[in-house]
């Protein structure tokens, strides 16, 4: 890989950056959705002194957690500490991570008219400084142990966050900008892909190897609507991305994407080009596998409540879903992120049922 911007140390672990480029590594890759994060004790602790957006912004405290489960487990990869949330942060607009609700935009977007009120001339490496600081000490503090994961949230699950205001078991305002301003919400989401691609782009230059997009509100779209206003942006946040990675001498850089529940369009989604398609547990491995052109690398899909079973039914599910995805262009994870009352034991019990399995 050419181009980085610091001289880090040489990787000890591509197991992964191998399997989502399709080469064959020595061992099943394994990492977790959210695992810097609160079912960790360690991270309880550090989370009692500090609001999570502090630890979000301060690269030392965000390097510190994002190291936790590395120090805990013999994971694949590392992926920095951060939210998704802080784009439209960085827009202008105020987010707080509530207990028990989660986050929280004092005032989300009502009309369309509100679009021109955020600061879209942001400078991305000011703004996100936190962060990309964050991504390069971390990568020095790795040692090369594994890869270090950089992600984004997608263009329509921003979009979501932004005008719900919340989390939603509906997302009824913002589906509602869909069917009522159509053209407003395709200027929002074009303006938002922009901003993620620049995000991506300088994650990349501060020391992430791998990239995710995360469109966890896939769920809750139509086909129709996926399709309008969903695919164009994922694939140019793809080929702009890579683009301007090249330009400045950076290649072989792996992204995957990540649509939560959108398994009604996981044929569409394996075309786009991504290196990785992850699946979440709403469709077996082999649905996958049959939905996807025969080249994807896909990952996932244990559904995380799983890890709250017993330590033979984790086994039993592990070696049912191995089989199923096959041993082969498979990176193996939760099928959404880990809940934070998951047994820490039990996840040493599922990674220890993947490393049980061996390349074919």
């Known amino acids: 890989m050419a181009g980085t911007m610091e001289n880090f140390p040489p990787l000890l672990n591509d197991a992964i950056i191998k399997a989502a480029l399709g080469k064959k590594p020595h061992r099943i890759p394994i990492w977790i959705m959210r695992q810097a994060g609160r079912y960790l004790p360690e991270f309880q602790e550090v989370r009692k002194e500090h609001e999570f957006f502090e630890i979000v912004h301060d690269p030392v405290l965000a390097c510190k957690v994002t190291l936790q489960p590395i120090q805990r487990y013999d994971l694949d990869a590392a992926i920095i500490f951060s939210d998704i949330l802080v784009i439209p942060a960085a827009l202008g ?14 005032s989300p977007l009502k009309s369309p ?18 962060t990309l600081q964050a991504i390069t000490l971390t990568r020095k503090k790795l040692e090369g142990k594994v890869p270090l994961l950089g992600f984004v949230g997608a263009p329509w699950t921003l979009m979501s966050y932004m005008i719900e205001g919340t989390g939603s078991r509906t997302l ?11 053209e407003e919400s395709k200027n929002l989401l074009d303006k938002l892909t922009g901003v ?46 890579k683009r301007q990675l090249l330009a400045c001498g950076i290649s072989d850089i792996p992204m995957t994407i990540f649509a939560k529940g959108g398994h009604y369009a996981l044929h569409e989604i394996s075309k786009l080009g991504y290196d990785v398609v992850g699946v ?23 559904d ?38 998951t047994p820490t034991e039990n996840v040493q019990t599922f990674i220890d049922a993947v490393r049980t399995f061996k390349i074919e």
């Open 172 to 182: 009824t305002k913002s589906k509602a900008w869909l069917y009522k301003y159509p």
């Open 196 to 241: 993620v691609v620049l995000y991506l782009v300088e994650q990349v230059k501060a020391g992430a190897q791998m990239l995710q997009v995360f469109e966890s509100h896939a769920d809750l779209l139509s086909p129709d609507l996926f399709d309008r206003f969903c695919k164009g942006t994922l694939a140019r946040i793809l080929s702009e991305t």
């Open 93 to 106: 607009m105020e987010v707080k991570m509530l207990p028990g609700t989660g986050p929280s935009f004092t």
């Open 113 to 130: 008219a509100d679009i021109e009120d955020l600061n879209w001339k942001l400078d991305v490496t000011e703004k996100m400084k936190g």
């Open 304 to 341: 995380p409540v799983a890890l709250f079973g017993s330590k033979e039914s984790i086994k039993l599910n592990v070696d049912d879903m191995i089989k199923g995805f096959g041993t082969n262009q498979y990176i193996c994870n939760l099928g959404h992120g880990i809940y934070p009352e």
């Open 280 to 302: 979440d547990w709403t469709v077996t491995p082999k649905v996958a596998r049959s939905l996807t052109i025969p080249s994807t690398v896909l990952q996932g899909n244990l």
